[in-house]
């Protein structure tokens, strides 16, 4: 999906709520000018603050990103698969693997760590959702709650989102990670 189309939709959603975009900004942690540059497709968004405003709007980040909706079956082949969302400056870019309706409460990915080679990104993410990873391809640092563990292909983690974390590249190739965001149990 491109970035106009999950801009409109979040726009279009927040409207419809009646909520401004001063509300929703403050509530996902991010400044009033970022949100209005999503809603109009001029920046890519990180999949964390793109969860944090998929909840400020009470939908599942999955209705955000594709909105092709199954409640029994979601088959994706790989040739109809939507294209990357992101880019190199936030550090990575992702693929979301299956829709599911909004209340199945899981979202998997594959997330695609930039090269260390152009890697910019420094600052950790936090959601509110649980987070499973399992290393597809290439390694990576995950830098967690200030800790920093190396994975590499086969390995796997499951931690809180809540707590501060990110994706550091460990070579000039990129790695691959299956990551799964998961609500957690109220």
């Known amino acids: 999906m491109d970035l106009?189309?999950?801009?409109?939709?979040?726009?279009?959603?927040?409207?419809?709520?009646?909520?401004t975009q001063q509300q929703i900004a403050e509530e996902c942690g991010i400044s009033k000018s970022?949100?209005?540059k999503i809603e109009n497709g001029q920046t890519a968004s990180a999949v964390?603050?793109?969860?944090?405003?998929?909840?400020?709007?009470n939908v599942t980040l999955s209705w955000l990103l594709d909105d092709k909706v199954d409640d029994t079956l979601v088959l994706q082949?790989?040739?109809?698969?939507?294209?990357k969302v992101g880019d190199a400056h936030m550090g990575y870019s992702y693929e979301l693997l299956a829709n599911r309706s909004q209340f199945s409460g899981i979202e998997p990915t594959i997330v695609h760590v930039t090269?260390?080679?152009?890697?910019?990104?420094?600052?950790?993410?936090?959601?509110?959702?649980?987070?499973?990873i399992f290393i597809l391809e290439g390694s990576i640092?995950?830098?967690y709650d200030g800790e920093n563990y190396y994975?590499?292909?086969?390995?796997?983690?499951?931690?809180e989102g809540s707590k501060?974390?990110?994706?550091v590249p460990v070579t000039d190739e990129e790695a691959q990670v299956l990551a799964c965001f998961i609500d957690r149990a109220v």
């Open 151 to 159: 994975m590499e292909k086969g390995d796997s983690a499951y931690f």
């Open 34 to 36: 970022m949100l209005s």
């Open 141 to 143: 640092y995950l830098l």
């Open 164 to 167: 501060p974390h990110l994706f």
């Open 48 to 57: 964390a603050t793109l969860s944090k405003i998929s909840e400020a709007l």
């Open 115 to 132: 090269p260390k080679n152009m890697n910019m990104r420094t600052e950790t993410y936090t959601h509110t959702q649980d987070e499973f």
């Open 77 to 83: 082949k790989r040739s109809n698969r939507k294209s």
């Open 4 to 19: 106009n189309k999950i801009g409109q939709k979040i726009k279009g959603l927040r409207l419809r709520q009646k909520k």
